[in-house]
């Protein structure tokens, strides 16, 4: 099982499309003994892979530790990051820490659109020394792009621009209009498109020794299966059964993009949160509507929770939106 935490609301980039729309440290972020006792938690809840995530996680001062005592407690932690902080004496600290990989965001190959998505001259310049960093110290890093309209065409050329910089693997993740992305709404894909484009991601997959995951683009099993592809994955939305995310100031929620607060950490254990919450209890039943309800593949795909929440009236049980296969019925 797989748990985020957004370690710190403080960044020093403005990305167009942050659902944590970061910037300014928020008030109230959790503390440092604050922290522990929630890693503590996660634990006790059997998470497995520990994801600090921001804004910019290496933002925040006790990062270092907190990373330490995550692997200590015998989870995996790992960075998700725009790279540009990672110097050569940040990635040896990182892997003197215990990190066992950064995702580092890199959304085009041209400079100009990269750093203007994300409002940071030399945004590009400093993500690509930060991978290269990271390789000097032997610290694994995979490359992380957010597909839109403009930059679906290039998506495979990344991919081999992340096999030549030395990544382990390139999460792509389709946008989901949450926070600041609600404004990019229309950049997203639509159903066609985001079918073509999770075909061509897993036919390049078929090609390259490198790990391809599509993130918030739960169809991509139920396409595998079709195209006869073993994954090592074993189900598309992870939202609330195997995977949930921490905001910095300790509030649960199901998934970064389904912006419902379940429960904060500093009043109630995160353990029992997870185990009890009636939301994570009704996700887990995946009873859904609609067509993906009715869909022989709900149980590898169960559809984007998220983006069924914002185009259905904020019902996360609703049909996918942008899936254009529509399934058996009556045979579930």
């Not at 503390?31 to 998470?47: G, H, N, Q, Y």
């Not at 484009?197 to 790990?211: A, D, G, P, S």
Request: hydrophobic share 35%; net charge negative; glycine share 8%.
């Amino acid at each position: 099982m797989i748990i985020s935490w957004n370690s710190t609301n403080q960044c020093n980039m403005f990305c167009e499309h942050c659902y944590r729309e970061a910037g300014e440290k928020a008030e109230e972020e959790l503390s440092t003994d604050e922290a522990k006792r929630m890693l503590e938690e996660i634990v006790r809840a059997d998470f497995k892979i520990m994801i600090f995530s921001g804004g910019e996680p290496l933002m925040r001062p006790d990062i270092f530790e907190l990373i330490a005592y995550a692997k200590n407690l015998g989870l995996r932690p790992v960075l998700g990051t725009n790279g540009t902080l990672i110097s050569p004496e940040v990635a040896e600290k990182l892997k003197m820490a215990g990190l066992m990989g950064a995702g580092i965001s890199l959304d085009s190959l041209d400079v100009k659109k990269h750093d203007q998505l994300r409002h940071y001259e030399g945004a590009f310049r400093e993500a690509v020394q930060g991978m290269n960093n990271c390789r000097e110290v032997g610290l694994p890093f995979q490359i992380h792009t957010t597909v839109f309209d403009w930059n679906q065409d290039e998506l495979e050329n990344i991919t081999d621009f992340a096999i030549e910089t030395g990544a382990v693997a390139h999460h792509l993740f389709f946008l989901v209009p949450t926070g600041r992305a609600v404004d990019l709404e229309e950049e997203s894909l639509r159903a066609e498109a985001y079918e073509e484009v999770l075909e061509r991601i897993l036919k390049k997959q078929q090609e390259i020794e490198i790990e391809l995951k599509p993130t918030c683009a739960p169809q991509f099993m139920r396409i595998a299966k079709q195209m006869g592809m073993d994954m090592r994955f074993t189900r598309g939305c992870l939202a609330g059964t195997h995977y949930c995310i921490v905001g910095p100031k300790g509030d649960v929620q199901p998934c970064a993009y389904l912006n419902i607060p379940l429960g904060n950490v500093k009043e109630t254990p995160f353990s029992e949160i997870w185990s009890s919450h009636p939301v994570f209890k009704e996700l887990r039943t995946l009873n859904y509507k609609g067509d993906c309800g009715q869909c022989e593949y709900k149980y590898i795909c169960g559809g984007c929770r998220a983006r069924a929440y914002f185009y259905h009236d904020k019902d996360f049980m609703a049909e996918e939106p942008w899936c254009i296969y529509r399934g058996r019925r009556g045979q579930l």
